[in-house]
């Protein structure tokens, strides 16, 4: 089992063991070059402005890029949190993680875009016809589904090797806690693109990437909030039985 883990013993951080926490394994480094990479490809400008009007026209993209960089910079610190707090480098491990970093790269594109075409505003939406504007929020909303079906999957592996990784009952409560909010960006990636079809049918494509954006925000708040609060009580239960005299 010592080739799974990258160490038996690690710091603990909250309720949750960090198995990953004493060096940075060849497949984080390897995931590290390709985040960067991906946010290479985010940067507003490769060439430093010659006249302050192209400094204004490249501060424009700034709203852009910063959204994008937020989003990729969540999907970097979701696949660092699961590697500290399992530690693990099997083959199937490393095949989802090969998966993720793919969809990473092929995101970026479309991720820079789509937010570009918005705070752009009138001469963005230009930029495609109306009636591609759901095809483009399919296009982001797959490529965010497929990210977060890549975290499920790997949730699910971490939980098929519970008695090999000795996770406790608290550990197996937040693993499949994580799991279920995986599984709930899922849901709200497809939600948004139904939302942007549905609008584009009745005759409204300017608002159907608008629209189609306010779902993740609205159900992002809650439902997270509603699977803290499920497995809040269900922690509160086995902090109260572990606490119980036998």
């Excluded at 940067?43 to 890029?65: I, N, Q």
């Excluded at 500290?84 to 820079?112: A, C, E, H, M, S």
Aim: with cysteine.
């Amino acid at each position: 089992m010592r080739s799974m883990l990258d160490e038996r013993m690690g710091v603990t951080v909250g309720d949750f063991r960090h198995r990953g926490h004493h060096h940075v394994s060849r497949v984080e480094s390897f995931s590290d070059a390709v985040f960067g990479f991906s946010l290479t490809l985010l940067v507003v400008s490769l060439t430093v402005p010659k006249t302050f009007d192209e400094l204004l026209h490249t501060m424009a993209g700034f709203p852009a890029f910063a959204v994008s960089f937020a989003l990729l910079s969540q999907i970097w610190y979701q696949q660092y949190r699961f590697f500290r707090r399992y530690g693990l480098t099997d083959q199937t491990t490393i095949t989802l993680n090969i998966i993720l970093l793919f969809v990473v790269v092929f995101y970026t594109y479309p991720l820079k875009f789509l937010f570009g075409s918005i705070f752009a505003g009138t001469p963005g939406l230009q930029a495609f016809r109306p009636n591609q504007v759901w095809q483009l929020m399919a296009v982001y909303g797959a490529g965010y589904a497929a990210m977060f079906a890549v975290f499920a999957l790997l949730y699910r592996h971490a939980l098929a090797l519970r008695a090999e990784l000795e996770l406790t009952p608290l550990e197996l409560l937040e693993t499949r806690r994580s799991l279920a909010v995986s599984l709930l960006f899922i849901g709200i990636a497809f939600t948004s693109v139904v939302v942007a079809v549905a609008l584009t049918l009745f005759g409204q494509p300017g608002l159907a990437g608008f629209c189609g954006g306010l779902v993740y925000p609205f159900g992002i708040t809650l439902g997270i909030g509603r699977i803290r609060r499920i497995y809040a009580a269900r922690r509160s239960a086995l902090v109260a039985r572990s606490a119980t005299p036998a």
